[in-house]
């Protein structure tokens, strides 16, 4: 008699019972796990923005260098508690102490916190003396070449990034590098990446191509492949009483209305406009809806979206408005888009809360956001803002 691990029948069973645990396995794993991360030197051109994923996982775009890395910044050590930060009155003095430098060259691109550790991270540059126009943005001016980590006590220490885990993928097609803005006479190549956000495994990069249809959504599967998907956007901006497609996003969250994935984005000057994001397909033109006109002459700078309490509330932050509250059912509310010129406000409902010129904000936990705002003196705070005030 035969035994049954000779029968043809139990040997193809069994591959394939191995084969099922080895693909539930690898689908189980981290991202970390499944990612081809190098390890060596990273020299972005430009840190333009940067974002978390899980797993300590640093997003950075690199707008100049049109790149985006991905950062194993082994940062994984959970935080203890949800309280807040102490508060920063003189952040950028801070890190020009730090860096040697006075503080009035201290120039923040970006900021991000990483949602396991709580700890801030920071993409900087010198030349904020050059700042000379509200409409300038930090990446008009500088390039950031400098990373810092602050932690919960407010310490801080620079990532290094001369020997870094990392994977890395190409920005397509990017707006060329001798266009200028036709009114900043800024170099558009600053706006390759405006900003990125991950969600559901994707990172989803916003930011100028070199096509007719500038202004674009990029969407990356990660770990990175080779197939990315690039979406044409036209927005109706009702200050201005024309479809545009030359202006970027500058700031965006996903959101979720009616069990489907929605994408809000704001632009200059001040569209609030919503994509779902099912229509984000490589190589096609869609057009969002305008769900509001916020005030010309301003700039959104931030935006964060969380849960608390089980309400959901979209903050965001204007180079000279204050910050801005939304809640979702209002823009459930809002079924049509608008199409017509607006003489300066219209569309969804907001709240207002005091926070003129607050540059940057995160989620910072589940009780706080961090905020930097320029003061009345000139300096720059970062301090925690409690969300069961908003």
């Not at 019972?17 to 991360?37: D, I, K, N, P, Y």
């Not at 935080?79 to 807040?84: G, I, K, L, N, T």
């Amino acid at each position: 008699m035969r035994s049954l691990t000779q029968a043809p029948w139990l040997k193809v069973l069994i591959v394939l019972m191995l084969s099922m645990l080895w693909v539930t396995t690898a689908q189980a794993a981290g991202l970390l796990t499944r990612a081809e991360f190098n390890e060596g030197a990273v020299t972005p051109k430009s840190m333009s923005a940067l974002t978390f994923g899980p797993e300590g996982i640093l997003f950075v775009g690199d707008a100049v260098g049109a790149k985006i890395y991905a950062l194993d910044t082994g940062d994984r050590t959970a935080a203890a508690d949800q309280e807040p930060l102490p508060e920063e009155r003189d952040l950028e003095g801070k890190i020009a102490a730090m860096m040697g430098i006075p503080a009035g060259d201290v120039l923040i691109h970006d900021m991000a916190v990483n949602p396991i550790s709580q700890n801030v991270y920071m993409s900087i540059s010198r030349g904020r003396a050059a700042w000379n126009s509200a409409f300038l943005m930090p990446n008009d001016i500088g390039n950031a070449s400098i990373l810092l980590r602050m932690d919960k006590k407010g310490n801080f220490s620079e990532v290094k990034l001369n020997k870094v885990r990392f994977s890395a993928v190409d920005v397509p097609n990017p707006i060329a590098e001798d266009k200028v803005h036709r009114w900043k006479e800024t170099k558009l190549r600053v706006d390759a990446v405006s900003d990125l956000f991950f969600h559901q495994d994707k990172l989803y990069v916003a930011g100028l191509s070199n096509e007719e249809f500038a202004s674009t959504m990029r969407v990356y599967d990660f770990p990175f492949k080779q197939q990315k998907s690039a979406t044409k956007l036209e927005i109706y901006h009702g200050a201005h009483g024309k479809w545009e497609t030359a202006s970027p996003i500058r700031a965006f969250v996903p959101l979720k209305i009616d069990d489907k994935d929605h994408m809000l984005a704001a632009y200059l000057c001040t569209p609030l406009v919503s994509f779902t994001m099912d229509q984000f397909q490589d190589g096609k033109a869609i057009r969002g809806k305008t769900l509001a006109e916020l005030g010309s002459g301003n700039q959104p700078l931030d935006m964060v979206a969380f849960e608390r309490k089980g309400k959901t509330r979209i903050v965001l932050s204007n180079s000279n408005r204050t910050l801005m509250i939304f809640d979702p059912a209002d823009i459930k509310k809002q079924s049509e888009g608008i199409t017509s010129e607006v003489a300066h406000k219209a569309g969804v409902p907001y709240k207002d809360r005091s926070g003129v010129q607050v540059q940057q904000m995160d989620n910072f936990n589940d009780k706080f956001l961090v905020m930097m705002q320029r003061l009345p003196n000139g300096k720059l705070a970062m301090y925690c803002y409690n969300k069961d005030w908003l």
